[in-house]
C-alpha cells in the first residue's frame, strides 16, 4: 500500500517531477501528471522521449510530488520502473489525466505511442 | 550567462527540486530554495546533509524550477557543483534566501555548517 500522504498528494491534482538516468548516469528530469494506484505510481509518456529509453535502460527513477500551494510539503519516492503499458490503455490513461488536470480532453500533440509508466516504490520520504 | 528565462524564474520566489546521485548511483531529490548569479545556480544546504556528501563524492547535478502558479513552465538545468563555500558567507546567503521566501530571519533548524552548492549549468532547457 502506497502512504496515505502519497496517495493524497497525487489525488489532489499536484505536479511532479520525474528523474531517470541516462546511459552515462547522468541525471535528467521533466515535471509531470502523476496518477497511482493503491501499489504504484503511474506515469504517462510517449516512445519517443528520452526518458523512456532511459527507464528501459536503468529502471530507476526518482519521483517528487509537492503541494501546488505549499511546496514546502512533498514526497520523495526513490523506485523503480516494473512494468511498462502501451496500446490503447496508456491512450485512455492519457485521457484520465488530461480531465483530471485540465478537466477537458488531451489537447496536446501525441508524437508517438503513448505508454504508462508503473513505478513500485522503494523508499518513500515525506516531508512537511 | 544564464538564460534569462531561468533568472526570472530564480528571482520570482520559485521553488527548485536538486537531483544529486548517491554513491551507487540512485538519483536522490528535494525541494529547495534556489538563488543565481549570472553563471551560476546558488542552493543553499548542510554539510550533514545527504545532498552534500553526494555532491562531494560526484558533483553531476540536475534542477529543475517551475513557476509557482503555472508549472507547465519551467527550466531543467543539468550541470556541476564547481564551487562550495561555507562559514559566514554561507550563512549569510542563509539569511538572504530566508528574507527572499518568506519575508524574515530564518526560523528552521541549523543542525549543521551550512554550505552554499556553486553549479555551473552544462545544459539548459526551458519548457513552455
Known sequence: MLDPALEALVHDKNFASLTTLTADG???ASIMWI??????L???TEVARAKFRNVSHNPQVNVLIWERTNPYHYVEVR???TSMTRGSRAADH???LARKYTGQ???GTV???RVILEITPKRIRVVD
Chains 1, 2 share one sequence.
Not at 35 to 40: L, M, P, R, S, T
Open 79 to 81: 523506485g523503480v520502473v
Open 111 to 113: 508524437e508517438s505511442d
Open 42 to 44: 503511474l506515469i504517462n
Open 35 to 40: 496518477d497511482c494506484d493503491h501499489e504504484h
Open 105 to 107: 480532453a488531451f489537447a
Open 26 to 28: 547522468t541525471p535528467q
Open 94 to 96: 492519457l485521457e484520465e
